[in-house]
């Protein structure tokens, strides 16, 4: 091989010269990039001409605020596995979409958001709109960077899909000046990057079928990212030939097929008693792609910080992880589909001694499915199992943060990859933008948005990217006239004391109508069936977004549990401690 020939292997072929939003563009087509969130701004003008070229590989989607947008593509993260790509301007487009970070970076999903930024030029002098990013940013994702010269954007573009997608996945940002994107440089484009896989080691696996053997309580939990559907069937596989109890890290109900004999249930704030204490009482517990976070733990009381009761293996991409709040009996550094394919090969020695407690445990979810009772005409925990019985298997339910989310997630039983997307960070207004997302990148698919009337008012503008790219979501908006879930907070800690929670709502029901979609209330058991099935066929035929309102007693306030039963309660604390204080 000649040394010209040499020195460009592995390397695209010299270009012509090109600005650089050109030189930008065309490395995201190569990354395999196929849709674009953004919220036009003139800062990044260069890129948007770009795209122009790009019509036939990549789909821009122009949204209404930034944080719809940056929420658009997080939940695009979380379907796909491939980094969520978002443009946004500077200074408020920066401002407006780091929720939508913060969002990628507790979920562990691969995102990357680009924001325009003011010329080297300028730079320093507090010019209009300018931001440090680097400063900004710097907490709250993997990598922050800002490309200054137009000849490395391959470079940087590169790295940034790397680091998004390796170890434990999250966003990047990268700033952009402008004249870095309107100068030109004659510089080869980059292959589309390779992700990097963790994989744990002979020793590790060995270590792990000891810990198997000496067990007699053990308990698989599943979370995190990266999950692809031969993944998961692995794990089913090993959960099965060890007869393993399976439950779900919080809000990560896709991460394991609800409908399997082996699910016991989903893990965090509002399980039920009895997986509470299998967990607890477990003397193996074989934790795979979470990081077992506030939510899962119950405030690190379930599982506790830093040596857990529980003999933990603890299976994470990213070995920083690993021993940073828990101590495990054995920390595994390897990805959720490395790890799968080493399970695979496992078999256990003999029949397993728990697999009557697995049993119990199914049984123990089963008996948790029928609707609980609730105040009022409309039974909340009767309409989740309502829509449960009535949508496909392969249907995605979105929500965004809030008491109502609690009703999906106790009665709905999530297949896998695609049917979930929920912020584990309850981050609010999240559930419209990613439930328009999943219709996006699955059209054929059922999509309902569950969504509180506080959480819904927070991106409703983006029911206008559900019109103009004729999207048929279903929108549940649950009514209660208040901030429900402070409510039940303030009512468990200043019993009686309410304020400041309370507020007056339009009716969403035309509101929906001004977006050229379906609308209807809801406040009875016996009217709800008929007017999902009609939001569903008008969603399917019309193409454009159908919303039910539901107007329900806001005393029923999550499933099994009224703001009457939560208030009482506080009261009686009180009077217990005033008594035992009284001289």
Known sequence: MTEAASSTVGRGPETAERNGGQILVQQLRIHGVKRVFLVPGESYLPCIDALYDHQDAIQPVVCRQESGAGYMAEAYGKLTGEPGICFVTRGPGATNASIAVHTAYQDSTPMILFVGQVGNDFYEREAFQEIDYRRMFGQMA?????????DRIPEFIARAFAVATSGRPGPVVLALPEDTLWGKAAVADLPRYQRSHSAPTPQAMSALSTLLADARRPFLLVGGSGWTPQAMRQIEGFAERFALPVGV????????????????GHVGWGMTEALRGRIRDADLLIAVGTRMGEATTEGYTLVESPLPRQRLVHVY?????????????????ADVVSFAQAVDGLRPAGEPVWSAQTRAARDDYLSRQEPAPAPGPLNLNAAACHVRDHVPEDACITVGAGNYALFPHAYYRFKGIGTSLAPTVGSMGYGLPAAISAKLEHPERTVVCYAGDGCFQMNLQE?????????GIVVLVFNNGMWGTIRAHQEREFPGRTIALGFDNPDFSELVRAYRGHGEVVASDAEFGPAFARALAFASTQRLPALIELRYDPDGIAPGMTLTQIREAA????????SQAAP
């Open 249 to 264: 890290a919080w809000r990560r109900l896709e991460c394991f097929d609800n409908h399997h004999p082996h699910f016991a």
């Open 317 to 333: 991409p990213d070995a920083n992880e690993l021993g940073r709040v828990f101590q495990a009996a054995l920390p595994v550094a």
């Open 463 to 471: 029911l206008g990217v559900a019109m103009q790219y004729r999207l």
């Open 142 to 150: 993997k990598w922050v960077a800002q490309i200054d010269r137009t």
């Open 571 to 578: 009261l009686a604390r009180q009077s217990q401690s005033q």
